[in-house]
């Protein structure tokens, strides 16, 4: 890009900086549309990407189950040899049942085909595991024979259905029954049967083969596709990064280092600089004009008025005046008494008395956060108005009254041992600040009922 052409956006932004009254709302609303545009073309290539990246997916998949049933089909194989095999060694019925149970109940290999022929462009390698089953036909024709021979030689009773009609061959019906044995296991262990058996496997064989092939075909043609569309991404990509840049940068010159300068000054209790986009400069000249009557409002509140004279913090009229200018949904409360308080002031006199509140307020201060509002509303009555908090912080709640009770209970400062109870109410559980306070005072009674020295949290009638 030449140089007098690449030095243009900057010359328009600098100019869209300085110039007076320029609104924040025409810019993102153009910036907006030009976004929306580039995240058509975004997600129309994301689409075209998950498209191709699902092809490879389901190839890889049907993969995966057409080996598994392939697999599952020469496993069957094996286990039918294995068991004809077994039996004609020693003739253990349990390798006949485990040989027809496999054949009439489980029929493995059967199945397996069936689950490959789900999938109708799989037939070339279909029709080589059924050329396998067929294949196998022959081995259980002499599979059958060998079983009959030991039967015979053994006088197994009862005698399989399928068995039942083999009629042994005249040079084996005379043989005894050890000859009869060796019989069988020669027919189910000669070079023929093995023969028949390696050209099972070699068709079951072939047909992962034939899989593995097409896999690998769909997946390159897929890959291929999805480097297409990753191209086009990563155009789409840079051209909304770009026009999220230019949105950035007029967003943070004309709007947020306003916003941040004004805060400086807000800080500093100063009236705000009127800068910046248009919208922003109708803020802070709202904000000056209610500055200065902020300053004479401050200027006539106080001190004595909103805190409690004993304990430093604030008093009811405190509370009425914080509570009233919180959001109440993310606002929570907890009612505090010192419990038998009144026995304190009846053993110790009231002089312990308020050291003693003086304590608990302290512990409380210590215990909460700093942006936690303390209030002392009653003699030994304390609300603590907690903000940003719901019942998802009830554990952290229970383990702050916990700790104040531990702290009450150290008496090396040589007043009494004391303990408080608490009830909490959460704001987005209210309908209005009284109906928390009300919510919070059950829950502080239940508190009271359950034996005092603890938490409790209102839960709505059921």
């Known amino acids: 890009m030449p140089p007098e052409k690449a030095q243009v956006l900057p010359m328009l932004l600098k100019k869209l ?7 924040l709302r025409f810019i993102h609303s153009a910036l907006i549309v030009i976004a929306l545009i580039v995240s058509w073309f975004l997600i129309y290539s994301t689409f075209q990407l998950s ?3 699902l092809d490879v997916t389901e190839a890889t998949d049907q993969y995966i189950e057409m080996h598994k049933a392939a697999s599952e089909m020469m496993d069957a194989t094996d286990y039918l040899v294995e068991m004809v095999q077994r039996y004609t060694l020693d003739g253990n019925s349990i390798y006949l049942h485990n040989y027809f149970d496999e054949m009439f109940e489980s029929r493995s290999r059967e199945a397996a085909i069936e689950k490959m022929s789900a999938y109708a462009e799989e037939k070339e390698a279909v029709a080589k595991l059924r050329k396998a089953l067929d294949a196998s036909a022959e081995l259980t024709e002499r599979d059958y024979y060998a ?3 030991v039967i015979e030689a053994t006088g197994y009773s009862p005698v399989p ?3 039942k009609e083999i009629e042994l061959r005249p040079e084996h019906a005379p043989l005894p029954a050890w000859e009869k044995k ?17 050209r099972i496997r070699s068709d079951m064989k072939e047909s992962l083969s034939i899989l593995e092939s097409r896999t690998r075909s769909v997946q390159l043609k897929s890959t291929a596709d999805m480097r ?3 191209r086009g991404v990563r155009i789409v990509t840079i051209a909304q990064a770009v026009a999220i840049l230019i949105m950035t940068l007029l967003t943070v010159s004309l709007g947020i280092s306003p916003v941040l300068k004004a805060v400086d000054k807000i800080r500093e209790d100063s009236p705000i600089p009127v800068a910046g986009a248009k919208e922003f400069r109708y803020l802070a000249q709202a904000y000056n004009r209610m500055f200065e009557v902020y300053k004479s409002s401050v200027a006539s509140l106080n001190y004595k008025a909103s805190h409690d004279e004993l304990t430093k913090v604030y008093n009811r009229a405190g509370y009425d005046l914080l509570l009233s200018g919180f959001e109440l949904s993310t606002t929570s409360i907890l009612l505090l008494d010192v419990d038998l308080f009144k026995s304190i002031n009846d053993t110790y006199g009231h002089e312990i008395g308020d050291r003693v509140l003086q304590k608990v307020t302290k512990s409380i201060t ?13 003699g030994d009555e304390f609300v603590i108005i907690m903000q940003r908090a719901n019942r998802a912080h009830s554990k952290l709640i229970e383990d702050k009254v916990r700790q104040i009770n531990d702290a009450l209970r150290d008496t090396s400062d040589g007043l009494p041992m004391v303990s408080v109870s608490a009830g909490v109410a959460f704001g987005d559980e209210s309908d209005s600040a009284e109906q928390m306070f009300k919510h919070a005072d059950a829950a502080l009674y239940e508190t009271k009922r359950k034996g005092r020295n603890g938490v409790s949290f209102y839960e709505a009638p059921k």
């Open 366 to 378: 210590k215990y909460f956060r700093a942006d936690d509002y303390v209030c002392r509303i009653g």
């Open 182 to 198: 060796a019989a069988a296991q020669h027919l189910v262990s000669d070079e023929a049967y093995y023969r028949k058996l390696d």
């Open 147 to 149: 079983m009959k021979l």
């Open 228 to 230: 297409s569309s990753l």
């Open 161 to 163: 259905e399928q068995l």
């Open 51 to 53: 498209v191709a990246f």
């Open 17 to 23: 900086i300085k110039a007076e009254g320029i609104s």
